[in-house]
Every structure is written in C-alpha cells, then in structure tokens.
C-alpha cells in the first residue's frame, strides 16, 4: 500500500462495541485482570501502554518504515528517551544549526548524565568524520535544520556511523515521512515532534522515535518509556493518529505554497537571502533532491538590514501570525534569534516562516505589502 492510504488505515481502530467507524478514546487508566493473574486484553496500566498509543504507535513504525515506534509526551520527551538510553562517557555528535533545545539539553542536562558532545556543521562529511572520536556512540541528523534549512547528507553520515560504530538519528520533524525516509537511506533512529506536522493543528504536543530495529536499542527505549513516563495521554495520541489521516495532503499543500513563496522571496529587492532547499541556488539542493520528494514547508529570509528591520515586517504582515511553533495549517513567522537568545548562532536578520494552507496567491500579495 502506498502513504497514504497506510495513513489512513493504520490510524484506523475497529470497536467492538458500537462499531464505531471513528477511533474511540480509551480514557482508562486501568485494565482488568483474570483470576490466574492474565491480562486478557494485553494492557496492564495506561503508563505502560494503552490503546490509543498503541494504534499511533504503530502507525508511527509503518510510516516511517520502521519496525517499531514509542510515542512521547513531547519531542523534548522522545529526545531525551534516547539520549538516556546512551551511558556516562558516551560521545554524541550533534549539528551546529538544529532545533536549539535539542544541544542545550545535551549541555546542560545531560552533561550531569556524563555525556559528551560536539557540534559541528553535518552539512561537510569531513568535519562530521573529525569530530568522531573512539566512543563516538550517536550522530544526530536534523535535516532540513532549524532555522537554517541546511540539509545534511544523511546516506552518507549514516554511513559514516557504522564504520565507527556508532548510530545515525535524524529528527525528520520539518521534512516528515512524506517527503524523506531516513529510515530507508540508513539511519538507524527517526526522531519527530508530532506537535508540528503530525498533529498538524497546533493543538497538540506529542513526540515519536521510530526504530529500524525491534532490537536492543529498542527495549531499552521501551523500558525508559514506561519507568520515566514521559507519555502522552489517550486524547493526545488521539489528536496524532487524527493528524496522520490528512498528513500527506497537507504537507504537499503546504509545500506548494512553500516553494513558490521561496520564488517569490528570493528575487525581491529586500531580500537578503532566502533559505529553501527548493531553490537551485541552496547550497546542498543536489543533496535535497536526491533525499527528500519535495523541499518541504519551512523556509527562512534574511530581511535586508538589521533585527529591527526584520521584526518590523513580521508586524506588518497580515495573514502571518507571530509566533513560535510550525507544521500547523495557518501561516506563522517568528524572529528566532531573540527566542533562542544572544549565544545563539541564528543571524540578526532572519525570519522563520511556517507555511500553511492558505491560498498562496493571498500570501505573496501580503509579503509584497509588507516589504514595501
Ligand atoms: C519543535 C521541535 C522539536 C521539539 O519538539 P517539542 O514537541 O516542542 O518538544 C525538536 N525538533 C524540531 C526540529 C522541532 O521543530
């Protein structure tokens, strides 16, 4: 089956009940035990697991051509499920331009935990091979990078894990599985903040990792799942599995409107620069190709001029809501050096946009009024 109909039919519970066409929500935080001892449903406790996670999980494995999926309170959740599978002395590689909490919890938690890390830019295999050292256990990908959109190679970082013995993750938030599959380019773990495309309506958080392997890596992963309890409640899993049915849809909507807002930026005289891997001119657009279906729907401008100068036109666009977050259908833009703050590597000058699904005829119209 392909996508999207996998999509839709792995999100899909049959109830016994009432025959139910739509999901129910299994609320309860208990299941019901035989005399002997058995649980004859296969839930114990709704920390452990439960149906609603259950049905994302598994859906979350299909879609990512995984052979198992856990899903998490949050994608900080699912990420630091990972990093705490790792132990003291361990060696992380890490990109310079990534979702900013992802390195500062490495810094500054799991720094106490022993772990090490370098941050180096994974879009030059050379620095990524100088930075591995003898107990180099992880290299985390996140392509395309907020908020930089750079786009690493991640067959060949992948690559370069295994001859060291180490494992490739990649956080595939912004290019979700319906435009890249690192699963199937090598990577050995699929990070995702289902906050952002999965759930798809800005009303839920959630987070995922998806395994190539139901292995040893796997069960460790499983049993900090349910010791730590950094789950998501039935009704979050609910609102995912929701978001899945209309995620291809959705995502190539959007990264419609995307590309040719990315066209349109790039050739208008305020414009310092356009950050889309949609564009010839982005420096590993060859590699973007040749990864991703499509370049997604995320991009980020640099505004000609100063903090100032970028932030005054995030007031003046309409249809743009300010704010933090992305994935979800409404257009959204954001000043992202003064959120991640003054250690922050992200330009002075650069906006973040999220696009949605408006029409895009009304979202140019409203850049060229804004850039005035
Ligand atoms: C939002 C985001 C995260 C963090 O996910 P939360 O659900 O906010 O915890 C991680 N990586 C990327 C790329 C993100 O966009």
Redesign the pocket.
């Known amino acids: 089956m392909n996508f999207e109909t996998l999509a839709i039919k792995s999100t899909q519970m049959t109830d016994a009940n009432a025959g139910a066409v739509a999901s129910p929500i299994y609320l309860s935080t208990t299941f019901e035990r035989e005399t002997d001892g058995s649980y004859a449903h296969g839930y114990i406790y709704a920390r452990n697991d439960n149906p609603n996670r259950q049905l994302l999980e598994k859906s979350l494995a299909v879609l990512e051509a995984g052979e198992v999926g856990f899903a ?8 630091t499920a990972l990093f705490q599978s790792f132990k003291s002395g361990d060696h992380i590689i890490t990109p310079d331009d ?2 900013f ?2 390195n500062v919890l490495i810094e500054e938690i799991f720094s106490h935990w022993g772990l090490t890390l370098t941050k180096v830019d994974t879009t030059d295999l050379e620095a990524v091979k100088n930075a591995i050292q003898p107990n180099t256990r992880l290299i985390w990908l ?1 392509t395309p ?2 908020p930089q959109l750079k786009v690493s190679d991640i067959a060949a970082i992948a690559d370069l894990a295994h001859q060291h013995g180490a494992l490739c993750a990649v ?1 595939n ?2 290019a979700t599985p319906v435009l890249q599959r690192p699963l199937l380019l090598g990577a050995d773990i699929v ?6 495309y999965f759930g798809g309506h800005g009303d839920v ?3 995922a990792l998806i395994l190539k392997e139901d292995g040893e890596l796997a069960n460790k992963i499983r049993t900090i799942q349910k010791l730590t309890g950094g789950v998501p409640s039935p009704f979050e899993c609910w609102l995912v599995a929701r978001g899945i049915k209309t995620l291809s849809l959705r995502v190539k909507a959007q990264t419609s409107n995307a590309q040719q807002l990315a066209e349109y930026l790039e050739q208008h005289p305020a414009i310092e620069a356009v950050h889309y891997p949609g564009l010839p001119s982005h420096p590993q657009y060859a590699i973007a190709q040749k990864q991703m279906s499509q370049a997604g729907a995320m991009l980020s401008v640099q505004v000609k001029g100063d903090a100032i100068n970028a932030m005054n036109v995030t007031g003046k666009l309409q249809l743009f809501t300010t704010a933090t ?3 979800g259908v409404e257009s959204l833009i954001e000043h992202r050096k003064s959120v991640e703050g003054p250690t922050s590597p992200t330009p002075d000058n650069l906006l973040r946009v999220s696009v949605g699904l408006e029409n895009i005829e009304d979202l140019i119209a409203d850049w060229a009024q804004a850039l005035q």
């Not at 990070?191 to 952002?196: A, E, L, Q, R, Y």
């Open positions: 998490f309170a949050s994608g900080m959740a699912a990420t990534a979702y909490a992802t996140e990078s907020n956080d938030t912004w990070m995702h903040s289902t906050t952002k958080l959630g987070g977050s992305l994935g």
